[in-house]
């Protein structure tokens, strides 16, 4: 005699409910392994490592120039004494300012144009700088460097423009052919930091536009894989045998 004769219940703990086929959590991708262009809801970029990295940077940079400006500008000094030569025929430590840009860009212009507009070129490169390391992926190590770099540059710069309405220049490069002296222009501590976190900005935009096309393609068939085995079985529906090839032969 069947079950439902007897008055006996099917137990609710006998069919597994819909919920309960094909849910089985996925693993959270490893943000150490996963590609620059994927993201994980965990992962959050650093910033005491943002503000440890331009601290280092800002200190370094002040540090020399204040070194250089309270050396040069000594009165026991002549003005032919005014060099350090570190490297002979190549490097000198000189002290020099700077009232432009890049390369002396708008020295000669008036102060009440030039200094205004270093200061609001200054406040925005460090606002872009600040929202580009807000959007970091896990994969971006080169511009997880080259962000705090350019921004402690931009940063100790802006101090000296602030302060004094230059910047403080030092590093004196050159190289001698025959009697003449051909001199790149003078720089700072702040300007190599810029250079080298310019370009680590550049190998990252690089080196992320060559992974895109991959990530892209592993992504569409991992999407494909996961919606095809997450079809759900109706409750109480009975379980479905698997297509097996009948024989045409004799019996």
Known sequence: MSDD??????????????SDLGSEAAPLPDPATAPPGATSPLWKPSYVFLVLVTLVNVVADLGTKQWIKRYFEASHLTRAARKIEVIPNYVN???????GGAWGILQGEQEAL???????VSVAAIVFILSLYRKLTPGQRALKWGLPLVLGGALGNLVDRIVYGWVIDFIDCYKKIGADEKHWPTFNVADVAICIGV???????????????????????GSGSTSAASVAVP?????????VPTSTGDV
């Open 114 to 120: 030039r200094r205004p507009f270093f200061l609001v």
């Open 199 to 221: 370009g680590l900005m550049a190998i990252d935009m690089f080196t992320t536009r060559e992974t895109k096309p991959a990530t892209k393609a592993s992504a569409e068939a």
């Open 93 to 99: 430590l000189i002290y020099a300012t700077n009232k």
């Open 5 to 18: 004769a007897l008055g006996h219940k099917p137990n609710s703990t006998d069919a597994a409910s819909p």
């Open 235 to 243: 409750a109480g529906a009975p379980p479905v045998a698997p297509d």
